[in-house]
Antibody
Framework: QITLKESGPTLVKPTQTLTLTCTFSGFSLSTSGVAVGWIRQPPGKALEWLALIYWDDDKRYSPSLKSRLTITKDTSKNQVVLTMTNMDPVDTATYYC??????????????WGQGTLVTVSS | QTVVTQEPSFSVSPGGTVTLTCGLSSGSVSTNYYPSWYQQTPGQAPRTLIYSTNTRSSGVPDRFSGSILGNKAALTITGAQADDESDYYCVLYMGSGIWVFGGGTKLTVL
C-alpha cells in the first residue's frame, strides 16, 4: 500500500522560506521511472503543479515558480523535501505531494498525500 | 504560457450523462499529452479517476470514461449519481517533465 504524508509549518511569515517534507511508504524512489511531485491548491482555487523529482535525481519545476523552488530527495529516509523562498500571502495553499508510478506510457499522479495547509501571514 | 481550459461549472441530472472537457489555450489535446482526470470533494485530496486518456484507475466505476473528443480530452460520466457531485480536474503532461492543471469543473448533480 502506497502512502504519502506532507509535513511542515502551518504558518510562515512573508519573505520567509517554506520547507515541506513528504514522507512516503510502499514504494522506493530509487526504482527506475518513479517520481514524486508537489502540487498546491489555494483555498477555493484550482490545483497547480509545482515540482517533481525523478528516481535518478532529475528535477523539474513549474516555469512560473522555478526561481523560488528547490526539490530534493533522501532515498534512505523515503522523503522528498520542497523549499519555496520569499513566501507571500498569495502562496497560502494546501500543499500536496504525489507519487508518479513507473509504468511505461503513463504520466500521472496516482497516489496523493492528504495535503498540508500553509498560511502566509505576518 | 500554456493554459489548460475546463468548463468552470456543469450541471447534470441524476442518471444523466455529462461530458467535461479539457482543452488548450493554443493547440489541440492529443494522447501525447497523457491527459488524466482527478475528482476532488471539499476538504479531501484529489482522487485519480482516469489516466493516459482513457485508462480507469483501480476501483473507479465504469460509469467514468475518458477520451479525446475533437481537439480536447474528455471525461464522460454515464448515469450520474449524487456522490459524483465534486470538482474535477484534468492535467496535461507538456513534456520535459512539466505538468499543467486545468482550472477545474464544479459538477452539480440535481
Amino acid at each position: 500500500q502506497i502512502t504519502l504524508k506532507e509535513s511542515g509549518p502551518t504558518l510562515v511569515k512573508p519573505t520567509q522560506t517554506l520547507t515541506l517534507t513528504c514522507t512516503f511508504s510502499g514504494f522506493s524512489l530509487s526504482t527506475s521511472g518513479v517520481a514524486v511531485g508537489w502540487i498546491r491548491q489555494p483555498p477555493g482555487k484550482a490545483l497547480e503543479w509545482l515540482a517533481l523529482i525523478y528516481w535518478d535525481d532529475d528535477k523539474r519545476y513549474s516555469p512560473s515558480l522555478k526561481s523560488r523552488l528547490t526539490i530534493t530527495k533522501d532515498t534512505s529516509k523515503n522523503q522528498v523535501v520542497l523549499t519555496m523562498t520569499n513566501m507571500d500571502p498569495v502562496d497560502t495553499a494546501t500543499y500536496y505531494c504525489a507519487h508518479r508510478q513507473s509504468v511505461p506510457g503513463t504520466a500521472h499522479f496516482q497516489h496523493w498525500g492528504q495535503g498540508t495547509l500553509v498560511t502566509v501571514s505576518s | 504560457q500554456t493554459v489548460v481550459t475546463q468548463e468552470p461549472s456543469f450541471s447534470v441530472s441524476p442518471g444523466g450523462t455529462v461530458t467535461l472537457t479539457c482543452g488548450l489555450s493554443s493547440g489541440s489535446v492529443s494522447t501525447n499529452y497523457y491527459p488524466s482526470w482527478y475528482q476532488q470533494t471539499p476538504g479531501q485530496a484529489p482522487r485519480t479517476l482516469i489516466y493516459s486518456t482513457n485508462t480507469r484507475s483501480s476501483g473507479v466505476p465504469d460509469r467514468f470514461s475518458g477520451s479525446i473528443l475533437g481537439n480536447k480530452a474528455a471525461l464522460t460520466i454515464t448515469g450520474a449519481q449524487a456522490d459524483d457531485e465534486s470538482d474535477y480536474y484534468c492535467v496535461l503532461y507538456m513534456g520535459s517533465g512539466i505538468w499543467v492543471f486545468g482550472g477545474g469543473t464544479k459538477l452539480t448533480v440535481l
